[in-house]
């Protein structure tokens, strides 16, 4: 939720700056904002993406000499988003400026006591309170910037990751983070500080991320000076960081989103690569391996995350289930953080998060981790906050995932659960070994059969053509395939703004059936295992009331081909696996119709990838 980025070095701060927020938009981009600092404090701000900030900054052709700069692309939380909310935010005497990404809780007190106290206001943002406030203990102490920023961050209570700049001082830059991120980069004669390595990469692989309650002070000379709210200095290892270039670019393709698609092969075999082996017989996780026993000893199971990665929980809740044959739940980490939930020093809780960064399901551990449960993460972003926080975990590997509707870190999350599933029920001696064997095999075999499916990307867009005008959709699904119902109905409504539901095939009757007419498309996932009549006999219930059947069946299907409207052949595999191969066409339809309607695809209205806000 929001992308901050901020450089000090030799070069001309702005185009990297731009080309920095671009990095950076997945994160928000309802209006976006920079300061530079040359003499003067000069700060650029508009609605709308990073390019209207571009053509508003040519459109004044002003001086973009600076050296030192700071850029923000935001996600609206206080004050809706328009040129004067944008950040970044000046305080009241014109001398310093802020970037924020986060929420300060507590602004409305600390604005009225400054109003009280002669402050005014031009935004509705809680960030320009921050600022002001910042000020405001700078002046009646005369104090070095860093300083003023620590002590006025001890009266502050919320989410941060902030950079502030003052006039008078066009050398420095201070930076702060409390549970938003902040990633320091250092490269030669340059530095930067930005919520994520994206726009760092390019100059420098090396990098110190920040921790909760961390001030760090930056000098153009090269020093820096890292302390905690308390003032005690703190020590960080440099790290090297192994992201490259080509990794966070389109790659010939239109959007993000269909190179993401497409590079599901190749990342559901990065997910698995070394975990897995089944002409040996073998799988195994590192993170799980060292608390195995523990882990195999559990009561229960609770998995926790938001979005997509919360629909893949509850496909693991089917896995463990069934395969560890262990109690599972699954949470909403915004509703488990809240509800004062029993949590066992005996359950195992698994938290999911393809940025490591998401608000609630970060709240949810740390509720849960201080109640001496032990916490597994499932994270993509290396070294992340939850990545951070967690105990243990397994990281899934799918490379930086930039559209906002996630797609290969799904398939990724699906492919280290059913692993993790998998190693827990062959430890507890739950598994046949001929069916673990057949399972490790068919889990291999997936990156080629998502190759197949892609191939009948032009048969999925014709079948978006035929639906791309409803206003409505269905999905349903039972058994392991109800969850990616969910996930298919939430890519459609996510991108192509067409309102739809995902359903248990069965549970069609106790409303949804109501909705059903010659208009409404029903995506009916009818793969060939278990409760296959039952499926059949639901679509012969929406045919009968003239719905649009569109069937993902398996390879050879006779029966679904007489009654659907249209179908889609997926390959077969064993029924635990499903999901990684149903998923697909799900995707490519939601992305297809999602381009016909002429919606931005990899930055839907009001979405924003990495949710730092509770
Ligand atoms: C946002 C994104 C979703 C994502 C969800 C959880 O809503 O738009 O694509 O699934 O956050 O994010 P996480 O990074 O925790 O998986």
Redesign the pocket.
Known sequence: MCGIVAYLGEKEAYPILIEGLKRLEYRGYDSSGVALLDGDLAIYKKKGKVKELENHVASLDPNLKSTIGMAHTRWATHGKPDDLNAHPHKSGNGRLAIIHNGIIENYNTLKKALESRGHTFESETDTEVLIHLIEEVQEQKKLPLAEAVRLALNQVVGAYAIVVMDKNHPDQLVGAKLSSPLVFGIADDEYFLASDATPIIKYTNKVIYLEDGEVISLNKNGDYDIRNLANKRQDHEVLEIDLQMDEIEKGGYPHYMLKEIYQQPVTVAESMRGRVNASEGWAVLGGMSEHINRIAKSDRIILT?????WVAAMIAEYLFEDLARIPTEVEYASEFRYRNPIIRENDFIVA????G??AD?LAAIKHAKSKGALIYGLVNVVGSSIARETHCGSYIHAGPEIG???TK?FTSQLTVLTLMALYLGHHKGLIPENYFRKLLAELESIPNKIAKILKKDDQIKYIAGEIRNASNALYLGRGYNFPVALEGALKLKEISYIHAEGYPAAEMKHGPIALIDMYMPVIVLATNKSAYEKIFSNIQEVKARKGIVIAIVTEGDTMIKEVADFIIEIPETEEPLTPLLSVIPLQLLAYHIAVMRGCHVDQPRN?????TVE
């Open positions: 995350a938001c979005g997509t990665s999911l998060s393809q940025s960064e998401t399901t906002v509707a996630s870190a979405l924003a990838k990495s949710v």
